[in-house]
């Protein structure tokens, strides 16, 4: 594996009357013959005064016989420290993927290959607001409180390292290379730099391939360095770009479209020839946000819906109460309620449909229609609105490259939908409602978390990071907000499953089931 990082074993010379050369020479020597380096003659190898100070105290105690830990900058080698003894068995490294809602890391053993332990934390970022917008903003101008964004970021990956460390017993803090997967905005707050670039026209943004990066320039309680997957776009970031490593795309001989749906929609449709990218606005309804009783899929949540007995039924995680709902089982919410006949394909809850009642509304003395999904929870017709917007956002993004480059669904080998939302996701309900096109089940993948499964593999081989930019350079960029009828198309997407229902067979069969049944 051609890592980022490297230990390297050496049996130094004792320095004698015969041999007092300076002890960064002595080391340098012993490296430029050591295996790893021998064939990088032109490789640099350098040593800050810092580790300098530490070494000769390490090399005495370990009789001369100690372990290099060295890094990668960019250009050359950096010998970060000495460990007395042989160490290179126990060498280890740090990814993550720093999402706008969660941060996720894990902890590799870089001789093996394996994962050893995962860790996952809310972004403490959202303290300053839940969505990325609200951020920007927030930090617009203010140096000050783009500080107090970096160092609540790098808390919390302190936090995931501390919770490693407890895991597997390794001191994640000595691990020399973490690679971090993330959109645009996600590095910008996390390198403390102006992401206002990312919202306003002309979009030039300060950096989309970030340079190597003492974890301590950076508040990081790492020794070693961070290393950012790098991105194309102010919407098109090193997380998308990681889904490409991930899923390899760009080396597939069949056409994928991958798809990533989150508060922003980012979508791939290409294969070793070509690669085309667009991101634009989705919305965070199909994560549980704007719902009424929206939330994120953990304890309480509900996450699947049926119908039994001509009754809608809800299981919720961990066998609880329910508190409310997420986007796995909004989804299968809104496909029991339009297989069943109680919302019409424009999402209006039917009077005479069970559950159904008027409730308070948004706005002052306004009743609004609302479904009991669960004891006491509802569903509202504003949700059901939102909703059916957000869905048609991501799936218009799909319809309008489609047409773009000429490409039918039965030329699609792959359909992947990427992310948390994407793993939980049944995908007949979600066809159901338009929100996946009605292709061969077996296309439709569900990879996981691409962002941080692509950081994964450019931890353990730093020429993924040229490939990165090969596949930059090969992308050709759409910005959906920039599309002239893109509102018009989704006016037919917004309709369940579309308004076109000859698109949808699988679904007008399923309809036609449910009637014979009633």
């Not at 006491?376 to 218009?396: R, V």
């Not at 061969?440 to 950081?455: C, F, M, Q, V, Y």
């Not at 930019?469 to 920039?482: L, N």
Request: glycine content about 12%.
């Amino acid at each position: 594996m051609e890592g980022w990082s490297r230990k390297v074993y050496l049996e130094l010379p004792v320095p004698s009357e015969e041999d007092h050369r300076p002890l960064q020479e002595r080391l340098f020597a012993a490296l430029e013959d050591s295996g790893p380096f021998r064939l990088e003659r032109a490789a640099y190898i350098r040593m800050r005064p810092k580790s300098l100070q530490e070494a000769q105290g390490i090399c005495e105690a370990g009789g001369w016989r100690v372990t290099a830990v060295l890094c990668f900058d960019g250009c050359g080698w950096e010998l970060l420290r000495l460990e007395p003894g042989d160490t290179s068995g126990a060498h280890y490294g740090l990814c993550a993927d720093l999402g706008s809602t969660t941060i996720v890391m894990e902890l590799a053993d870089l001789n093996t290959g394996e994962i050893l332990a995962s860790e996952s934390v809310f972004n403490p970022q959202i303290n300053w607001g839940e969505d990325i917008l609200s951020r920007i903003f927030y930090t617009k101008d203010r140096p000050e409180r783009r500080k107090r964004l970096q160092k609540a970021t790098a808390e919390g990956f302190r936090s995931l390292m501390e919770g490693l460390k407890e895991k597997t017993g390794i001191d994640a803090f000595s691990c020399p290379a973490l690679t971090v997967s993330g959109n645009t905005a996600m590095l910008h707050f996390l390198l403390g730099l102006d992401a206002f670039g990312v919202f306003q026209t002309p979009y030039a943004v300060q950096t989309l391939a970030p340079d190597p990066c003492r974890g301590e320039e950076l508040g990081i309680p790492l020794d070693g360095f961070v290393y950012c997957c790098p991105g194309m776009a102010n919407y098109l970031g090193g997380d998308i770009i990681s889904g490409m490593l991930a899923t390899g795309i760009p080396d597939q001989e069949e056409i994928c479209v991958f798809l990533d749906v989150g508060t922003n929609g980012e979508l791939v449709v290409g294969n070793r020839d070509f690669l085309l990218a667009g991101a634009g606005a989705a919305g965070p309804a199909l994560e549980g946000g704007v719902v009424h009783t929206g939330m994120r899929a953990e304890e309480g949540a509900v996450d699947r819906v049926t119908t039994e007995n001509g009754r809608l039924k809800a299981h919720v995680i961990g066998g609880g109460a329910a508190k409310g709902i997420c986007g796995s089982g909004i989804v299968d919410l809104i496909a029991e309620l339009y297989l069943n006949g109680w919302v019409d394909l424009r999402g209006r809850f039917q009077e005479d449909a069970p559950g159904v009642v008027h409730l308070p509304g948004r706005e002052e003395d306004e009743l609004e229609a609302a479904v009991e999904y669960a004891p006491g929870l509802y569903f509202y017709q504003g949700d059901m609105d939102e909703f059916l917007k957000t869905k048609a956002a991501a799936m218009t993004m799909v319809e309008y490259m489609m047409n773009l480059i000429g490409l039918t669904l039965e030329e699609v080998g792959r359909f992947y939908v990427a992310g948390a939302f994407g793993t939980h996701i049944d995908k007949e309900a979600a066809v159901t409602i338009g929100l996946y096109p009605d292709m061969d089940r077996e296309k439709i993948i569900s990879p996981g978390n691409t962002s941080l499964k692509g950081a994964e593999r450019l931890l353990f081989d730093r020429t993924l990071m040229e490939k990165a930019r090969d596949i930059i350079s090969r992308m050709q960029y759409v910005q959906f907000g920039a599309v002239e009828d893109f509102l018009h198309l989704m006016v037919a997407a917004t309709a369940i499953p579309h308004t076109d229902l000859n698109r949808f067979p699988s679904v007008a069969k399923r309809l036609e089931e449910r009637r014979h049944c009633k």
